[in-house]
C-alpha cells in the first residue's frame, strides 16, 4: 500500500534552517508529481511546493518563493524540502501529499516549530 513518511522537522530559531525528507513506498515514486503542504494551528491545510516526476519542473508559494527548494531523489523514494531563513510564521506541521489512482495520499506529517 501507499505509505509517505516525513521526517526532519523540529524546534529552530528564526533564520534557522531545515530540511524535511518524504519517504515513499507502495508505489511508483518516479512515476507520480509530488507535493508538500503545511497546516499551521487554526488554519486550513496549504501547498507550499511541488514538483514534476523529473524534478525538472518546481512550483512554491507565493510565502516561501525564495527561501524553500522542493527536491527529489528517484533512486531512494524520496522526497525532500530545504527550507532557509525561517520565520515564526512558518510554524505548521508539513506533510507531502501524492495523488495515485484516483486516491490522494498523505503522511502523518511532522511538526516544524520556528521560535527564539
Known amino acids: 500500500q501507499v505509505q509517505l513518511v516525513e521526517s526532519g522537522g523540529g524546534l529552530v530559531q528564526p533564520g534557522g534552517s531545515l530540511r524535511l525528507s518524504c519517504a515513499a513506498s507502495g508505489f511508483a515514486f518516479s512515476n507520480y508529481p509530488m507535493v508538500w503542504y503545511r497546516q499551521a494551528p487554526g488554519k486550513e491545510r496549504v501547498q507550499v511546493a511541488g514538483?514534476?516526476?523529473?524534478?525538472?519542473?518546481?512550483n512554491y508559494a507565493d510565502s516561501v518563493k525564495g527561501r524553500f527548494t522542493i527536491s527529489r531523489d528517484n533512486t531512494k523514494n524520496t522526497l525532500y524540502l530545504q527550507m532557509n531563513s525561517l520565520k515564526p510564521e512558518d510554524t505548521a506541521v508539513y506533510y507531502c501529499?501524492?495523488?495515485?489512482?484516483?486516491?490522494?495520499?498523505w503522511g502523518r506529517g511532522t511538526q516544524v516549530t520556528v521560535s527564539s
Open positions: 501529499r501524492v495523488y495515485v489512482s484516483t486516491t490522494i495520499y
Open positions: 514538483i514534476s516526476r523529473s524534478g525538472g519542473i518546481t
